[in-house]
């Protein structure tokens, strides 16, 4: 049996006292942590891939309120063309447009809202992708201190030429210590495996944040210019309601002008209320008188086989110029009192300037072409158009200088000049009254437009 000394048991003793003082300088800071760098949490990777998953959901959530929002811009568009279609054409209806124009503000006001709301996102995005970046940088850094730690170890272990289990045994002078090697080599075996894990982790934790930091990157860049064109067309849709309104303002002033022009000659008619209301009496005891007339007369062209039972088809309008009276309840005393309204008119007043033309709204039959026979002085020049055997058109007031260039019997086509403006009978400036009797009653021309 061989006999060690002391010192011989050092010698032997002595590597792997220092393997065991290395490995402890090397495993202390790796198994709390590494200096400078946070605490490894289990969590890490769990919060990763929940950050991605909240990172999709968001994405595809931007992705919606982005159609919602090419959506709302595509309608205000669409909205914008027909307002500005209707304000170009001839005898707006200056309450509907006004209607839209305060429809397209609401709607605007709502995109900038869900804009200002996707500018907020944008925000939101970068800042996100500042934090996930960080902690990138961070698992990145803590990554290779591990893994330089883990090769320190083995390169450690490696100079201190560390021996087998089986030598150890060997070596150990009595059973306590051939359990103590063997905790040892138990314990450092526990210790390689629960660092292998960690780095594992750690490698798949960084492969998730490296994945969040490339999808918040294509997102904030595809947002960030999606962003750019929302502005862009926002900005487009704001300077067409700016326009709209421009225009609007003017076709109102014009109006008004047209307006204070008709109602300073209404104040001089009307000086006399006895006489304003001979005036009307007689007026409409005229228009019946003259109605019962064009009856006769579109029963005899129906009976010639000359006016169609029924019509089918749209009207035009027959003058372009500024509507001064709509249809229905307008207010002026020289219209007659129809119900509770005080100064009903039955047709739209067209004002425009003397000898303008005046055209056929429709395909029809003229049965009267001249001064209304029944007027008192000063009479109406009128022309009468029976489109079918219940529906004609009046155009009155129209110019007797320049007589309608129609006769009764002759078939007009719709567009087809059949008089010009004037102002002849009881009016009150250049204007045509234009009227549409269906079934023996005036009704708002624009239901026919």
């Not at 930091?213 to 849709?237: F, H, K, N, P, W």
């Not at 509770?340 to 395909?363: E, K, L, M, Q, S």
């Not at 001249?370 to 009468?384: L, M, Q, R, S, T």
């Not at 002849?424 to 437009?449: A, C, K, M, Q």
């Amino acid at each position: 049996m061989i006999h060690r000394s002391h010192r011989d048991r050092d010698f032997f003793h002595a590597p792997r006292r220092s393997l065991r003082l290395l490995l402890l300088v090397v495993l202390v800071p790796l198994l709390t942590g590494i200096t400078a760098a946070p605490p490894a949490r289990g969590d890490e990777l769990s919060d990763a891939l929940a950050r991605q998953k909240a990172l999709a959901a968001g994405i595809a959530d931007q992705r919606k309120q982005v159609a919602k929002l090419n959506a709302l811009q595509a309608g205000v568009r669409a909205e914008t063309i027909d307002t500005k279609t209707a304000l170009a054409g001839i005898n707006a209806d200056l309450g509907m447009v006004k209607r839209r124009i305060a429809s397209l503000a609401d709607q605007i006001a709502v995109i900038k809202g869900d804009y200002d709301d996707l500018v907020g996102r944008l925000a939101d995005l970068d800042r996100q992708l500042v934090v996930i970046q960080g902690q990138e940088e961070q698992k990145a850094t803590q990554l290779t201190q591990r893994k330089s730690v883990f090769a320190d170890r083995l390169r450690a272990a490696y100079r201190a030429q560390r021996s087998s289990l089986i030598e150890t045994v060997l070596a150990a002078d009595s059973f306590t210590d051939v359990l103590t090697e063997v905790e040892y080599f138990i314990d450092f075996g526990e210790q390689d495996k629960v660092l292998a894990e960690q780095i594992v982790r750690d490698q798949a934790t960084l492969a998730a944040l490296r994945q969040s930091v490339s999808d918040s990157r294509i997102a904030t860049e595809s947002l960030r210019l999606e962003t750019a064109r929302q502005r862009t067309q926002m900005a487009g849709r704001i300077a067409d309601l700016k326009v709209a309104r421009a225009t609007l303002a003017k076709v109102e002033a014009e109006t008004a002008r047209q307006l204070a022009v008709q109602r300073r000659a209404y104040e001089r008619l009307a000086t006399n209320k006895a006489a304003v209301a001979k005036a009307i009496t007689q007026d409409q005891a005229a228009q019946k008188a003259l109605e019962r007339k064009v009856d006769d007369l579109v029963r005899q062209q129906y009976q010639r086989g000359n006016i169609p039972s029924a019509y089918n088809g749209t009207m035009a309008w027959p003058v372009g110029g500024t509507i001064t009276q709509e249809f229905g309840c307008t207010g002026f005393l020289l219209e007659p009192t129809v119900g509770n309204c005080r100064g009903f008119h039955g047709g739209i007043d067209i004002a425009a300037p003397r000898w303008t033309p005046v055209r056929a709204a429709a395909d029809g039959t003229v049965v009267f072409a001249g001064p209304n026979p029944y007027d008192p002085y000063p009479k109406a020049w009128i022309v009468i158009i029976a489109h079918a055997q219940n529906l004609r058109t009046w155009y009155a007031h129209v110019d007797n200088d320049r007589p309608p260039p129609v006769r009764p019997g002759q078939f007009v086509r719709q567009g087809e000049i059949i008089a010009y403006t004037g102002s002849t009978g009881r009016s009150t400036g250049y204007h045509t009254d234009w009227r549409i009797e269906l079934n023996g009653t005036f009704v708002n021309p624009r239901l026919f437009l």
